[in-house]
């Protein structure tokens, strides 16, 4: 069963507009959420993160909200632009004595149209 | 970019065949992992490691071993190759903060 679930797997939207992706998840004892952005042949990339004691945090064209009642993030980039078309990963964090567990969602497909 | 070499890049095997995936960084740091990443289920941890000879299964470890003799290498290996291990392999890095960070992948098929 998918702990952190992205139910959209693609997304279009024209250059200028905003693009929000969706994610939600299942369990509480999360603590810290991030996306990861991954171009065709490259390993992801880290793009912004959010603690669970905060409900937004924002970093030039992208936002990420937290909805902790909801267990539901969301990631906005406001103004898209051609290069944002990428896939997007959403992530929970449970950090241990293992380090940082990262449990991923299945992605999200952003094409973004000029 | 954080310091994360895989190799190969790309492999080609056949069913049954031992394989052996590579990851090298020159960060220095104590956490290790290996994801796959496949359509629909975005990227499931394989195995971990917290340390040298320190490592533990993650989420789909079956069919899979790990090794890690130095800090700096991360060995991923398939004993008998099957065609449900084809997949992209990504390493992935950690000092301990809530980032990890990936290396480029290994694209894996087995025949």
């Known amino acids: 069963d998918q702990q952190v679930k992205q139910n959209s797997p693609s997304l279009s939207v024209q250059e200028g507009r905003i693009s929000i992706l969706n994610c939600d998840y299942t369990n509480s004892m999360f603590d810290y959420f991030l996306w990861y952005k991954k171009y065709p042949a490259e390993g992801p990339t880290f793009l912004i993160s959010?603690?669970?004691?905060?409900d937004k945090n924002e970093d030039g064209r992208f936002t990420v909200f937290l909805n902790k009642s909801a267990k539901h993030l969301s990631l906005h980039i406001v103004p898209s632009q051609p290069g944002d078309s990428a896939v997007y990963f959403c992530a929970a964090s449970l950090i241990g004595n293992a380090g940082n567990m990262l449990t991923f969602g299945g992605g999200t497909r952003l094409m973004v149209k000029p | 970019d954080a310091g994360i070499t895989q190799s190969p890049r790309h492999k080609v095997t056949e069913t049954g065949t031992p394989v052996t995936l590579r990851c090298h960084q020159t960060?220095?740091?104590?956490?290790m992992y290996w994801y796959r990443q496949d359509p629909g289920h975005g990227l499931r941890l394989i195995h971990y490691?917290?340390?040298?000879?320190?490592?533990d299964k993650g989420e789909v470890s079956d069919g899979y071993s790990v090794s890690r003799s130095k800090t700096e290498d991360f060995l991923l290996t398939l004993e008998s190759a099957t065609s449900s291990q084809t997949s992209v392999y990504f390493c992935a890095i950690s000092a301990r903060g809530e980032k990890l960070f990936f290396g480029s992948g290994t694209q894996l098929s087995v025949l």
């Open positions: 960060e220095n740091h104590r956490y």
């Open positions: 490691s917290y340390g040298v000879k320190d490592t």
């Open positions: 959010i603690s669970s004691i905060k």
